[in-house]
């Protein structure tokens, strides 16, 4: 088992590509806080993990709150005597308008993509470092990596996900903490939905949101969205052992959208 004696926390991990990671990640054997803001769908993930024979528990938690960040570590550390990884998947479209932009949508956007996530990392670190070393996953997008005229704020805070792995992966990696990001392209998802029908998207205005998910997908080399499990593999794989020599990296999971 690839994730054997490990714990960790996935945070955003209800549905979609978080809840897909969460149950591999245990499956391959990790114990896993599983802690969204939706307190049902955690619970929901969690029960699933413990009826399969592993072991999770549930939190739910507004991590827009750096408190509640310290509190999800704790809960995590109190649970499992330690801590070996965090998936910060947590993330959020934001708005599609410049020109008519809300800075109050803009700040959410800052917020739950980068601040939210530095808290969470900050607050694990000292536990991390306790186990003499782990792996810290973001969830960061290929939006990040090529600018999308769809969503220039988006692809602003995602850069400064992928900005922010890369300085904290040579800060920590002769502490043993890896820091990497998995980069998702078009994903057939809940938040791809809403990724693509924003109230202020003015292109994409009446149309059918299944129907623009597919159209997101066939923009990709391969002609699809991704599947949520297909990110859940890349994010297991640079959270085990299997990833040792691997920090500082952005692994694009997009079907060749990038290339």
């Known amino acids: 088992m690839r994730m054997k004696n490990k714990a960790g926390i996935v945070t955003a991990a209800a549905s979609g590509m978080g809840r897909a990671g969460t149950l591999l990640l245990a499956r391959e054997g990790a114990s896993v806080l599983v802690v969204d803001r939706d307190a049902a769908g955690a619970a929901r993930v ?36 330690g801590i070996d990884f965090l998936w910060n998947h947590l993330g959020h479209p934001g708005p599609a308008a410049v020109e008519q932009l809300d800075f109050a949508d803009f700040d959410l956007a800052v917020d739950l993509n980068i601040r939210s996530q530095l808290a969470s990392t900050i607050a694990a670190l000292p536990e991390l470092r306790a186990r003499g070393g782990g ?12 600018a999308s005229a769809f969503s220039p704020v988006y692809s602003s805070v995602k850069a400064g996900v992928i900005g922010l792995v890369r300085g904290l992966a ?11 990001a998995v980069a998702p392209g078009p ?26 998910v597919q159209k997101f997908g066939a923009m990709t080399a391969m002609g699809r969205a991704g599947r949520p499990e297909e990110i859940g593999y890349a994010a297991l794989f640079l959270l085990s052992d ?14 060749g959208l990038v290339a």
């Not at 792996?135 to 090529?146: D, K, M």
């Open 46 to 81: 969690a029960d699933e993990i413990t009826a399969a024979g592993g072991t999770a528990f549930a939190v739910g938690a507004d991590l827009r709150d750096p408190a509640a960040a310290c509190e999800i570590v704790a809960e995590a550390t109190g649970r499992f005597g």
């Open 135 to 146: 792996s810290i996953l973001f969830t960061a997008s290929t939006s990040g990596l090529v």
């Open 170 to 180: 040579k800060r920590y990696a002769k502490e043993g903490i890896r820091v990497n």
């Open 187 to 212: 994903v057939d998802t809940p938040m791809a939905r809403e990724f693509v029908d924003r109230k202020d998207q003015p292109a994409t205005k009446g149309l059918d949101r299944e129907e623009l």
């Open 242 to 255: 299997e990833a040792s020599f691997v920090t500082g990296a952005v692994l694009p999971v997009d079907g």
